[in-house]
């Protein structure tokens, strides 16, 4: 195999590197976060005033410290991670507020004061995040004097249940980004699919390699769909604007949980594809059915956002099922060809359950072999 030329791979990383700084993908990427953007502002602001006027607290940066940090960008904002992530920040200002009072505040004492709270944290938590809030809020308390003891840490306490309360009251729309997430699953599965539709259509090993690729790149959106999922899903347990989208989790769980499968038995399909093609003949069969799989999947993007479309998807996908016998699509073909179209059959069943049909009817669509 040639080794890939210096200058492709230059201006493939330059046309990527344009992508990400265009003006629509940044555009995008600030309506991405508003949301979240929403969320910090309005807990930060409100633990903030309330440490200053209410509690009387001169300079409460704690507050709004401990709320951004825990709060943050990033997509998993469910109660739990944002739960963890105050307790970090708060064990690290407990530790500093300590150390205060025995020893002061000094050099050495900041060096004790991050190696405790690192070790505490991490004690307490496996998760690096975890032990690094913890340390950022310890080393805050150390450089900025205070004269009353343990003020920081009734502002850090403020600010954690802010992010909390406003993780319930204001949430960032979590069903649309679970929505978002789906379409991105399903749009990769329709690519790697075609792949091998083209490498059956014309023999083509160099392109069912590309679309095992592709089936096997898979994984990474799937991971993030779940991750996107189980945040929604637990925002929607303690939210009271959000509570009555709690069965729509649930059905979006039970879409991925198949596509998942889907996707699986579609990795196996594209290792039989690979094999198939050494002999570089074509099989329009195969690659019709295939080919039909494809354009049922192509309704389930509808069915994300939409449950009325359950109904056609699963007829869509029916229709193809039903014809999956192998002795009779394949008569002539050697087994191997015929292990092809029945590894299309749980690939059906999945698709069909995907779309909202038990498992039971999904296997009796299917032709008795």
């Known amino acids: 195999m040639s080794a890939p030329d210096p200058q492709t791979s230059s201006v493939a990383v330059r046309t990527g590197w344009r992508a990400r700084l265009s003006p629509r993908r940044r555009i995008e990427r600030v309506r991405e976060s508003a949301g979240a953007v929403a969320q910090i502002v309005i807990a930060a602001t409100a633990a903030f005033a309330f440490a200053h006027y209410v509690l009387g607290h001169a300079a409460p940066l704690l507050a709004a410290t401990v709320t951004v940090s825990s709060l943050g960008l990033v997509r998993d904002a469910r109660p739990r991670r944002v739960l963890e992530t105050v307790i970090g920040m708060i064990v690290g200002i407990l530790v500093a507020e300590l150390i205060v009072l025995i020893a002061g505040i000094g050099w050495w004492q900041l060096a004790i004061t991050l190696a405790v709270s690192l070790v505490v944290a991490r004690f307490l938590n496996d998760q690096p995040g975890f ?6 809020q310890a080393a805050i308390v150390m450089v900025i004097p205070e004269s009353v003891p343990f003020l920081r840490l009734v502002d850090g306490i403020v600010g954690g249940v802010a992010a909390l309360l406003v993780t319930a009251l204001v949430p960032r729309s979590p ?28 023999g083509d090993r160099r392109r069912a390699e590309r679309g095992l690729e592709k089936a096997r790149a898979l994984q990474g959106p799937l991971d993030a769909w779940r991750e996107s999922i189980e945040s929604g899903a637990a925002i929607a347990r ?27 038995n579609l990795r196996v399909i594209a290792r039989r594809v690979v094999y198939l093609c050494d002999d570089g003949a074509p099989r329009p069969v195969a690659a019709d059915l295939l080919d039909e799989l494809a354009a049922a999947a192509r309704l389930l993007p509808d069915v994300l956002v939409d449950i009325s479309y359950e109904p056609v998807a699963r007829e869509a996908v029916r229709s193809v099922a039903t014809r999956l016998d192998p002795a009779a699509l394949a008569a002539g073909r050697s087994s191997v060809d015929q292990n092809l179209i029945g590894a299309f059959r749980p690939l059906a069943v999945d698709l069909m359950t995907a779309a909202g049909m038990t498992a039971a009817d999904a296997r009796a669509a299917l032709p008795r072999v």
């Open 131 to 136: 032990a690094i809030a913890a340390a950022i």
């Open 238 to 264: 303690i939210s009271p604007f959000l509570h009555r989208q709690r069965s729509e989790f649930d059905r979006q769980e039970r879409v991925r949980t198949h596509l998942d499968l889907a996707t699986r």
């Open 175 to 202: 069903l649309r980004q679970v929505a978002q997430e789906g379409a991105v699953v399903l749009a990769a599965f329709d690519d790697a699919v075609l792949t091998l539709v083209q490498a059956l259509r014309a």
